[in-house]
């Protein structure tokens, strides 16, 4: 049995627990094999142990019924399940509902469920904060505190999959998941790539890996590495389609230009033929909206296997931008529709709620809830 240390919020490492116990969550299979051997357990008990985990989303050993009682209590004295606990929970008037999630050292993250009629979209967080600062984000105006570990990312999952009431994999309310919250993925690789793994195991949660979603803001060789490393699905937050704007909106521009964005999206593209990239195009006022922008975007994706969703603006107190209008938006879109490039508009999603990324846990940080809750 191990020893159990008695630890302290200031020695305690991101991510690891102050009962000194280990998470299973978040624990890759061939760890968890090798974790209950070294409790001299048989290895094939990972499997079952896996399964209560991630299928039947149990919580507590007590009810994994084809594990005997010994082993159950060897498993509760030397390890725990744990998840972040809920904060703040809101429900928007079209059904987006946002949650608050904290973890054991008290930091907390945003998640977003963006239910529509063929599918349950699940927006989870990466980091707490972030180190960059796209113009137009609101996360981006706080620090980055630190990365979240793979058990925090896939807790984000297992708590709104509760929360939402899905029990079984056949009757899924989560269908998608993207990495589109707070946080640059890229820049906490190992984690989120080991969560995806998770997220995706044909013995656990199952999701397709086409419907698991890596949103960057181009980081450039994380791009190539996930291409060769994951079969996740890919995402780009464009904004801008020449240097000088998107130096300005998306400032890791400076360091990853468009040219090296989009020959990394040119090899996403090559290895796997039959997806296409998702574009995020936030529509800013006079900003990147007018006919001229929309020639740029023309010319720099014709040829390439992409979807582009333009967002309308979630303006937040102090932001430096305007919503689009939706004449503006619409006569964009039907500038790339009519040179043949997907461009669905994306609703507005969760006005009423706080919707911008990051904009809940500011609020909570100060201290002021001033909640619009609707249920
Ligand atoms: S858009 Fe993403 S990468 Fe940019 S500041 Fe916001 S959270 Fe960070």
């Not at 937050?237 to 020449?242: E, F, G, V």
């Given at each position: 049995m191990q020893a159990l240390v008695t630890k302290t919020a200031e020695t305690t490492a991101p991510g690891e627990l102050l009962s000194g116990k280990t998470n299973l969550i978040g624990m890759p299979f061939e760890r968890l094999e090798g974790f209950l051997q070294s409790l001299g357990l048989p290895k094939f008990r990972a499997k079952q142990v896996w399964h209560w985990l991630y299928v039947r989303g149990l919580r507590e050993f007590d009810g994994m019924d084809n594990i005997g009682k010994p082993m159950r209590e060897l498993l509760k004295d030397n390890a725990c399940i744990e998840r972040p606990t809920v904060t703040d929970d809101q429900l928007s008037a079209d059904g987006t509902r946002k949650w608050l999630f904290q973890y054991s050292d008290g930091r907390e993250v945003e998640t977003v469920f963006i239910p529509e009629a063929e599918r349950g979209t699940l927006c989870i967080s990466s980091q707490v904060g972030c180190t960059l600062a796209c113009t137009f984000c609101h996360t981006g105006t706080q620090r980055l505190v630190r990365n979240l570990n793979a058990a925090e990312i896939v807790g984000q999952y297992l708590m709104a999959r509760d929360i939402l009431g899905e029990v079984s994999r056949d009757e899924r309310k989560i269908t998608n998941i993207v990495f589109m919250g707070m946080g640059e993925p890229l820049f906490n690789y190992d984690a989120v790539t080991q969560a995806g793994a998770i997220l995706t195991d044909q013995n656990g949660i199952d999701l397709s890996r086409r419907k698991v979603t890596v949103s960057t803001s181009g980081v450039v060789p994380d791009m190539r590495r996930l291409t060769d490393e994951t079969g996740l699905a890919l995402a780009v937050?464009?904004?801008?389609?020449?240097d000088t704007l998107r130096n300005e909106i998306v400032p890791i521009n400076r360091k990853y230009p468009l040219r090296e964005l989009i020959d990394a999206m040119r090899y996403y593209s090559e290895k796997n033929p039959s997806r296409r990239i998702l574009v995020e195009y936030v529509m800013l006022q006079e900003v990147n909206d007018t006919p001229e922008h929309a020639a740029e975007m023309i010319a720099l994706l014709k040829d390439m296997p992409v979807k582009i969703n333009l967002i309308p603006f979630n303006p937040w107190p102090g932001s430096p931008y305007e919503r689009s209008s939706n004449n503006r938006i619409h006569r964009f879109a039907k500038l790339l529709q009519d040179a043949g490039l997907s461009t669905p508009i994306r609703k507005t999603r969760g006005d009423d709620i706080l919707a911008a990324c990051g904009q809940l846990k500011s609020l909570s940080e100060r201290g002021a809830r001033e909640k619009v809750k609707l249920h």
């Open positions: 937050s464009l904004h801008a389609c020449n």
